[in-house]
T-cell receptor, first 113, second 112 residues
Framework: EDQVTQSPEALRLQEGESSSLNCSYTVSGLRGLFWYRQDPGKGPEFLFTLYSAGEEKEKERLKATLTKKESFLHITAPKPEDSATYLCAVQEAETGGSYIPTFGRGTSLIVHP | GEEVAQTPKHLVRGEGQKAKLYCAPIKGHSYVFWYQQVLKNEFKFLISFQNENVFDETGMPKERFSAKCLPNSPCSLEIQATKLEDSAVYFC??????????FGSGTRLTVV
């Protein structure tokens, strides 16, 4: 069973059509949850870190929220340049101290003009 | 510099040949991580370093994969006797304190 599950797998939006991406996790204790953006042929680009339930962070049209079981990445009035794969990664609190993040499989977002 | 530099960008090897990938982490970052990305965006953790010491190597197929991070040199990931299933993009990331990773652009390894 995957520890980190992202949905939907793919999402197509019209420019200006707001939506949310979901990342659900099943680790017993959360040290941190990360959101990344990955463009084709490039490495993941760091967006946000969330540490505790109720925390929210914003950057331009993106807002990330966290509950005890999932995180949402809200995209408000998206533009075509927001098209990318959005990855979620989770750091478990007790893993012998190595804190290696486990990645979800991502949501591929396409925003049409 | 403020970016993680990975070389080469592309690498093609015949099955059974050796492949060596390099990663220069951001100056001052103590942690280095290697991930393998295969189809469907699956990121598989391979190994991490804290400075030159192996921090976690639970993801490494030890019989053919090895890695080093030596002082004043780029980190390296070496695959002996490559197999077709080693074809993937290998990402290196560095971190100051073990979170907020910065990734390089990756090395695409194709084994033919």
């Amino acid at each position: 069973e995957d520890q980190v599950t992202q949905s939907p797998e793919a999402l197509r939006l019209q420019e200006g059509e707001s939506s949310s991406l979901n990342c659900s996790y099943t680790v017993s204790g959360l040290r941190g949850l990360f959101w990344y953006r990955q463009d084709p042929g490039k490495g993941p680009e760091f967006l946000f870190t969330l540490y505790s339930a109720g925390e929210e962070k914003e950057k331009e049209r993106l807002k990330a929220t966290l509950t005890k079981k999932e995180s949402f990445l809200h995209i408000t009035a998206p533009k075509p340049e927001d098209s990318a794969t959005y990855l979620c990664a989770v750091q478990e609190a007790e893993t012998g101290g190595s804190y290696i993040p486990t990645f979800g499989r991502g949501t591929s977002l396409i925003v049409h003009p | 510099g403020e970016e993680v530099a990975q070389t080469p960008k592309h690498l093609v090897r015949g099955e059974g040949q050796k492949a060596k990938l390099y990663c220069a982490p951001i100056k001052g970052h103590s942690y280095v991580f290697w991930y393998q990305q295969v189809l469907k965006n699956e990121f598989k953790f391979l190994i991490s370093f804290q400075n030159e010491n192996v921090f976690d190597e639970t993801g490494m197929p030890k019989e053919r994969f090895s890695a080093k991070c030596l002082p004043n040199s780029p980190c390296s990931l070496e695959i002996q006797a490559t197999k077709l299933e080693d074809s993937a993009v290998y990402f290196c990331a560095s971190s100051l304190q073990g979170d907020g990773y910065t990734f390089g652009s990756g090395t695409r390894l194709t084994v033919v």
